[in-house]
């Protein structure tokens, strides 16, 4: 008998290695994986030989699927064969859309449930040894889109660059040189910044101006 459910796995930022145990059973048991472009491909040798694999991912300018085709794709595999497992880059609920695969399934009677990942939020300014919040320097920080679902820089970077926390930017690199005139034109135009691509993985690159530490 077949039981449709939907595991929504974070598959972690980049470094094979930083996956949870959770993501690694998971990703075991699946009839079916959909995954995308972020996914690292070497997590894809804890499947199953028989499970089936279908890349779904997304890159600026290229879609394999959009997403309603996504979200059609999951009921369909779930329905037919069983346990699907939907792995994203690093957290699900952190940008990934998860939430919206999640409520798209609940009418179906597929059964769902998360598997939190480690973000590259955290994760990618720790391997560069920046920490996101040190006494007598940052209180707080926050997490935000470069780039709006509109293809606009969100207004929100306008609003960080006001406060004293940390401010970690997502998807930012096509917006890069719109995001330096907000904090510029905020004062912050001394201020330390980094930018990284492919953090924690061998190909990474990175930059700063003035000095990375706090």
């Not at 595991?7 to 699946?30: F, Q, R």
């Not at 497992?85 to 059964?111: C, M, N, S, T």
């Amino acid at each position: 008998m077949i039981h449709p459910q939907l595991s929504v796995v974070g598959a972690g930022p980049g470094d094979p290695e930083l996956i949870t145990l959770k993501a690694i059973k998971t990703i075991a048991s699946a009839k079916v994986i959909l995954y995308d472009a972020l996914v690292n491909e070497a997590l894809l040798m804890y499947a199953s030989p028989t499970t089936e694999l279908i890349f779904v991912g997304k890159r600026k300018g290229c879609y394999a699927y959009q997403q309603e085709q996504i979200n059609e794709l999951i009921v369909n595999r779930a329905l037919k064969y069983g346990h699907v497992v939907r792995l994203k880059g690093g957290d699900p609920f952190i940008f990934g859309r998860g939430a919206e695969e999640l409520e798209y399934v609940q009418p179906f009677g597929i059964a769902a449930h998360v598997v939190p990942g480690i973000s590259s939020s955290s994760a990618v300014p720790a391997y560069q040894g920046i920490p996101l919040t040190k006494r007598g320097a940052s209180e707080s920080f926050w997490v935000i889109t470069g780039t709006t679902k509109t293809h606009h820089i969100s207004g929100d970077i306008a609003l960080a660059a006001q406060s004293t926390a940390t401010v970690v930017i997502l998807m930012g690199m096509g917006k890069l040189s719109e995001i330096v005139q907000v904090f510029s034109q905020a004062g912050q135009s001394e201020t330390a910044i980094a930018v990284i691509a492919n953090g924690t993985r061998p190909r990474r690159k990175s930059g700063y101006r003035v000095d990375k530490n706090y």
